[in-house]
């Protein structure tokens, strides 16, 4: 059989089309998206070991020196100068499902695993009076949304089976692996504001200055074979993708908060958090290269593109949210809380971002698309999270233990546009002595569900998160 021309480019197209099949997880997996993963804008509230070991239900405790960050409204119960220290180690799992589309389409089980280590949180707090006016000042700065990791994807094997049009079948079989580095994160450096009145209401109010962003490269590399039906001949197709992104974020929100003291074992707390309309400078690349090898004809050919290279200025919107949680003291020695969120994620989009489906490189097209999920349907978000604190008396020393449980409904849709929801425990402990309180927490949550690229196998995400908190109280 002669390999024409037609069939050359043919295998082309279909070797696009089967990158894609095998690595359509990009928009959920390890990736280059412009905007990172979705799960990275999951569960966004506040930061310390002490809270998260609660289940994240601290908007009516926030009694610490990482309060602002929940609610600046707890900011009125600090008496003394406190410093703060937070890190964050986050390992994620994904794995899909093999798919089998009747007899003629075989992918095998996908696996990708990222793990980052940040600091997450620091703040100093310096509280002070002015005649009875009691005003307590905070300096912080938080990790809102960590990028930085490192990942490792594999496809063990896929294969199909087609007709081209003059009736040739072929299957067509490989490998693909994937690697991600991904750096920074977006950043806020805030400053709050507090005080309390009597000792029924404390109020906060927190200026958070948005900047940093992601930077980030994707590489999958493949090897198929195309097994041509008429004389066996075995087509050899080597691939190495690439793609780069990077964002940078630059804007201002606040963040209110009440925390109502109703008795000495009831406390409600209310934390609203505005909108953010701030510039992204963004950039992004994409190239693809391919080599075609036919053994037995000594036939090769090199194919190499660049899909899309832009930088550009455009406008991103993130949404409000607004909490409310509640904290009861049935003894002095256990605190037991419960918090829900809310957020607008259904607005949030990105304006003048590029077209990725334009074809005129030369006169390049920008539209406003859904943030993060770059077009596709996203709905409102809310969080429902639960924690238990339980203190053991010492000689000199407390023990807190902690437990919590929380429900994550997510911003994103499944294939069949309803609701994603991922589900989470967590437990910490910590041990304070005099000025020093060192606490630890642990994070899980997990999910699964069929996401709107991959449409057939079913996703499982895991998400494990170790925090460390320093806390100094003078």
Known sequence: MVFSRKVFFMLIFWALVTSNVVGQDDQTEVDANPLGHYTNYSGVVGSGARAFGMGGAFIAVADDATAASWNPGGLGQLEGVEFSFVTRYQATHYQQAAMMDGESFYQGAYISRSTGYNIDFASLTVPFRIGKLKLVPQI??????????????????????????????????????????????????????????????????????????????????GTFEILLDKELQTVKLEQNYTAQAQFDVKGININAGVLLTVSEALRFGLVYKSALNADIDY??????????????????????????????????????????GLAYNPFEALTLSGDFTFCRWSEAKVSHFINFEWQNENDPQYVDVS???????????????????????????????????????????????????????????????????????????????????????????????VYLSTIISL
């Open 140 to 221: 912080s700065y938080q990790r809102a949304i960590n990028y930085h990791s490192n990942g490792i994807g594999k496809n063990v094997s896929t294969w199909s089976i087609t007709t081209l049009a003059d009736g040739t079948l072929y299957k067509i079989r490989g490998f693909l692996n994937k690697e991600m580095i991904s750096m920074k994160g977006l950043d806020q450096l805030s400053f709050s504001l507090g005080s309390r009145i009597g000792r029924l209401l404390s109020f906060g109010l927190t200026v958070n200055y948005w900047f940093n962003g992601l930077s980030n490269s994707l590489k999958k590399a």
């Open 283 to 324: 950039g992004y690349t994409e190239k693809l290269h391919q080599a075609f090898f036919i053994p037995n004809q000594g036939y090769t050919d090199i194919y190499d593109v660049t899909f899309v290279d832009v930088i550009e200025t455009g406008r991103i919107h993130w949404p409000w949210s607004l909490g409310l």
């Open 371 to 465: 943030f993060p999920t770059m077009g596709n349907q996203q709905t409102d978000s809310w969080q429902a999270r639960l924690g238990a604190e339980y203190v053991v008396l010492g000689k000199n020393i407390l023990v807190p233990l902690r437990f919590g449980a929380f429900i994550d409904r997510q911003f994103f849709l499944d294939v069949n546009t309803d609701n994603v929801s991922f589900f989470g425990l967590t437990t910490g402990f910590g041990i304070k002595t005099g000025i020093l309180a060192l606490d630890l927490a642990v994070v899980y949550q997990s999910g699964t569900y069929i996401d709107n690229v991959n449409r057939v196998a079913p996703l499982n995400f895991s998400d494990l998160r």
